[in-house]
């Protein structure tokens, strides 16, 4: 499989942060999505950003700014849609995405999700990492998804459905498994941006 392309997720509307862009606040010197873009960069070929509203707020970034087609906010799965459409007109057979709040992300994120998804058609997979009650915690903003089943998400979208794990299941989506939660720590209010701080 050629190398995924990379898409961050930043089209909500950051309610529990006042509003705004969370991408855009500072931590220990750069934005919050300068973390995230530092972090994907190595380990996909070409990235855009996934946002909503005034793109021009994102000009610096030098990066494609997609806008969700499917209206009314409609979660992440939006964002991984309009960043399939867009990795289809690159040529492209995957994606991977990242959320533009979660800074600490692992540095091994896409080779680890590729492997999960060897001998997959279709290779979806969403992060996960164990939690306390030995079970485990899936990070749907975190996958790799294939371009193949853009027309099937674009149906399941305009159909209703929001949860990205009740689609990933359907096409008998895979996790791969990440041994730290605190890798995939969001940022969503200011207490969280003060705990990112000491996490530095």
Excluded at 124 to 152: I, M
């Amino acid at each position: 499989m050629k190398q995924p392309l990379g898409v961050i997720l930043a089209g909500g509307q950051a309610t529990r942060m006042g509003g705004g862009d969370k991408g855009l606040l500072t931590l220990g010197g750069q934005t919050i999505l300068g973390h995230v873009i530092e972090r994907l960069a190595p380990q996909v070929a070409a990235m855009a950003l996934n946002a909503n509203g005034d793109a021009a707020r994102f000009a610096d970034l030098k990066l494609p700014v997609l806008p969700d087609s499917i209206d009314g906010f409609a979660g992440p799965l939006a964002g991984v849609l309009a960043g399939l459409d867009w990795a289809a007109s690159q040529g492209a057979d995957a994606i991977v995405t990242a959320a533009a709040d979660t800074p600490f992300f692992p540095g091994d994120l896409v080779p680890q999700l590729l492997l999960a998804g060897e001998g997959m058609t279709h290779p979806l997979v969403l992060a996960a990492t164990p939690d306390a009650g030995g079970d485990k915690a899936r990070h749907p903003t975190f996958g790799l998804w294939p371009v193949a089943l853009r027309d099937d998400l674009r149906a399941a979208l305009q159909d209703g459905l929001r949860k990205v794990v009740m689609w990933t299941q359907k096409h008998g989506g895979r996790e791969a498994m990440f041994p730290h939660e605190a890798a995939f720590f969001n940022i969503n209010t200011p207490e969280d941006l003060k705990t990112a701080e000491s996490m530095l």
